[in-house]
């Protein structure tokens, strides 16, 4: 069963259903799936972006929020990260995304090093009574050491960072696992409503 939930996962990132972002707050940079940055017409798909040029793309309405719960989980009140928020993308104007996420890695000083996460596109498809988060707690993590971005770990490796790979999937894994439930639930949900309804 678990290799049927990995392989759901790595094959809706591969299709750009699924987003992974992969943010360094020390090095203010992000690090998206290239499959994701293309949704959302963004160009250099391979490359990572100062994390204020996606900031500065959240709606002014939802900018608080998103950060006030990144905070909440950085500053160890919350187990994970999971936000909804509007942003503007490349091209088609604002996109609602749901978004969730988890620290796994911390400096000497205590200092978040390294999060890592997923988005989904909630843009025209029907919202969940709960606003699509998932309920009950997660579990915490221990902090470890990742130098690749997370999507570069997801694909083909070498030998050499399979561990790696292995190591931080098991960090992350339930949110891999209920975006895609998540994913499966929307999908379901706008093919049995009527198009009147999916656009309010």
């Not at 905070?71 to 994970?80: D, I, K, L, M, Q």
């Amino acid at each position: 069963m678990q290799m049927q939930g990995e392989q759901a996962w790595r094959q809706a990132i591969e299709d750009g259903e699924l987003g992974v972002w992969d943010l360094r707050p020390l090095l203010e940079t992000v690090h998206h799936s290239p499959q994701w940055k293309s949704r959302l017409g963004f160009p250099n798909v391979d490359q990572a972006d100062r994390s204020d040029f996606w900031r500065c793309r959240v709606h002014p309405d939802d900018l608080g929020a998103m950060l006030q719960a990144m905070r909440a989980h950085t500053e160890g009140n919350s187990p994970s990260y999971e936000a909804r928020f509007r942003l503007r993308s490349n091209g088609s104007g604002y996109r609602l995304l749901h978004s969730r996420g988890r620290v796994v890695e911390r400096d000497a000083q205590g200092r978040v090093a390294r999060m890592v996460g997923t988005m989904i596109d909630l843009t025209d498809r029907p919202t969940s009574p709960n606003g699509g988060l998932v309920d009950g707690a997660r579990h915490g993590v221990a902090v470890q050491s990742f130098t690749h971005p997370f999507h570069a770990l997801l694909g083909a490796i070498s030998a050499d960072r399979a561990a790696m790979q292995e190591r931080l999937i098991a960090l992350v894994e339930d949110l891999l696992d209920d975006s895609v439930a998540q994913l499966r639930r929307l999908s379901s949900r706008s093919q049995t409503r009527p198009v009147s309804e999916l656009a309010g």
